[in-house]
Nanobody, 125 residues
Framework: QVQLVESGGGLVQAGGSLRLSCAAS????????MGWFRQAPGKEREFVAA????????HYADSVKGRFTISRDNAKNTVYLQMDSLKPEDTAVYYC??????????????????WGQGTQVTVSS
């Protein structure tokens, strides 16, 4: 069993930056592909970014490409999402997720096996 805990969310002005972290316990993440999703009020949870088990492959939603960067530190059992040039439409609860297959990276919620509880990101205009 893998437990995932997100942190780093908060309130930021448009154009600002935040870095989200997803720390794992219970099992090492080094063999898992990891993803970030987000859910805004009244909307479906949507894919944001994913990274393969060794960091060699990444994939981003078109809406965040060029602004967000996913990375991982397997030694620290942690995955990150650097979010720059934030926009009000990025406001959502952000969730990290783990896919035990390790890769290739996938974008579908049902492909992920473990989920964190989420961290709120609010971008003011």
């Amino acid at each position: 069993q893998v437990q995932l805990v997100e942190s780093g969310g908060g309130l930021v002005q448009a154009g600002g930056s935040l870095r989200l972290s997803c720390a794992a316990s219970g099992r090492t993440l080094s063999s898992y592909a990891m993803g970030w999703f987000r859910q805004a009020p009244g909307k479906e949870r949507e894919f944001v970014a994913a990274i393969s088990w060794n960091g060699g492959n990444t994939h981003y939603a078109d809406s965040v490409k060029g602004r967000f960067t996913i990375s991982r530190d397997n030694a620290k059992n942690t995955v990150y999402l650097q979010m720059d040039s934030l926009k009000p439409e990025d406001t959502a609860v952000y969730y990290c997720a783990a896919d035990r297959r390790g890769g290739p990276v996938v974008t579908t919620r049902s492909d992920y096996d473990y989920w964190g509880q989420g961290t709120q990101v609010t971008v003011s205009s």
